[in-house]
């Protein structure tokens, strides 16, 4: 079992930045494909950000291209993501997940990750 939680979410004014952190702990880390999830007030669930577990593959959507940034460490059981130039449509709660299967890969299926967190709250306000 691998349990998930998320820090650094907050208020920012548009344009600012933020950086989420997502710090895993319970079975080995190391094996994981993790992504960044969010949902909006009203909205499905939508992924923003994917890296595999050596880091060499990543995936960002479109709405998060050039603006945010993933890493991941897992020396120390972390994937981060980097927001920068924030705009009022991303505001939304975050989430970050783990999959153990298909770890090589940069996953962008919510339906394959197992292990999901309880989220963080991004609000930007214009």
């Known amino acids: 079992q691998v349990q998930l939680v998320e820090s650094g979410g907050g208020l920012v004014q548009a344009g600012g930045s933020l950086r989420l952190s997502c710090a895993a702990s319970?079975?080995?880390?190391?094996?994981?494909?993790m992504g960044w999830f969010r949902q909006a007030p009203g909205k499905g669930l939508e992924i923003v950000a994917a890296?595999?577990?050596?880091?060499?593959?990543?995936y960002y959507a479109d709405s998060a291209k050039g603006r945010f940034i993933i890493s991941g460490d897992n020396a120390k059981n972390t994937v981060s993501l980097q927001m920068n130039s924030l705009k009022p449509e991303d505001t939304a709660v975050y989430y970050c997940?783990?999959?153990?299967?298909?770890?090589?890969?940069?996953?962008?299926?919510?339906?394959?990750?197992?292990?999901w967190g309880r989220g963080t709250q991004v609000t930007v306000s214009s």
């Open positions: 997940a783990a999959d153990p299967i298909l770890y090589h890969t940069a996953v962008t299926d919510r339906n394959q990750y197992r292990y």
């Open positions: 319970g079975r080995t880390f190391s094996s994981y494909a």
């Open positions: 890296i595999s577990w050596s880091g060499s593959a990543t």
